[in-house]
Nanobody, 124 residues
Framework: QVQLVESGGGLVQAGGSLRLSCAASGRTSSSYTMGWFRQAPGKERDVVAAISRSSGRTYYAESVKDRFTISRDNAKNTVYLQMNSLKPEDTAVYYC?????????????????WGQGTQVTVSS
């Protein structure tokens, strides 16, 4: 089992940047595919990005391609989401998640462990 704690959220102006971190404890995070999801008020939770165990493969939602970068440092048991050129529509609670499935998975149901979420608010 693994416990996940997100940090780095906050309020930023449009065009700004934030870096989210997800610290894993318990079983080493290198055993899991990791993903970032987000949920805006009144909307479903959707995948933002995912990264394979070895960092060899990544996936990005179309809406964040070329603006967000997912990375991981397995030695530190930490996953990051660098968010640049933020837009008001990026406002949401961002969740880190871990999946025992070795493939690059994108669906909520495919993830086994979740963090508590961190709020990101982008003002116009």
């Amino acid at each position: 089992q693994v416990q996940l704690v997100e940090s780095g959220g906050g309020l930023v102006q449009a065009g700004g940047s934030l870096r989210l971190s997800c610290a894993a404890s318990g079983r080493t995070s290198s055993s899991y595919t990791m993903g970032w999801f987000r949920q805006a008020p009144g909307k479903e939770r959707d995948v933002v990005a995912a990264i394979s165990r070895s960092s060899g493969r990544t996936y990005y939602a179309e809406s964040v391609k070329d603006r967000f970068t997912i990375s991981r440092d397995n030695a530190k048991n930490t996953v990051y989401l660098q968010m640049n050129s933020l837009k008001p529509e990026d406002t949401a609670v961002y969740y880190c998640a871990a999946s025992r499935i070795p493939n690059l998975v994108r669906l909520q149901a495919q993830y086994d462990y979740w963090g508590q979420g961190t709020q990101v608010t982008v003002s116009s």
